[in-house]
């Protein structure tokens, strides 16, 4: 993992935490719960170029497709 990586992933979990209401704590563990960590780390190269709204709707997006239940 890149030293830009860590930053990435930390305003990615704060930017989702904060369009759904939830601490970034909340927001890690569901991350981490339904794949969307490992979605950032496996496609920082393509994501790290999108706007962070982008971003935040690939995570719904995979998280769903992994059982998350957020609308």
């Known amino acids: 993992m890149s030293k830009y990586e860590i930053p990435f992933l930390t305003a990615a ?7 759904f209401a939830m601490t970034r704590q909340m927001a ?3 991350l ?6 490992a979605f950032l780390i496996e496609f920082y190269d393509v994501e ?5 709204d982008e971003t935040v709707d690939d995570l719904l ?3 769903q497709q992994n059982g998350g239940a957020l609308v």
């Open 61 to 63: 997006v995979i998280c």
């Open 28 to 30: 890690f563990n569901y």
């Open 13 to 19: 979990v704060q930017a989702f935490g904060h369009r």
């Open 32 to 37: 981490h719960k339904y794949k969307g960590l």
């Open 48 to 52: 790290h170029l999108q706007s962070m």
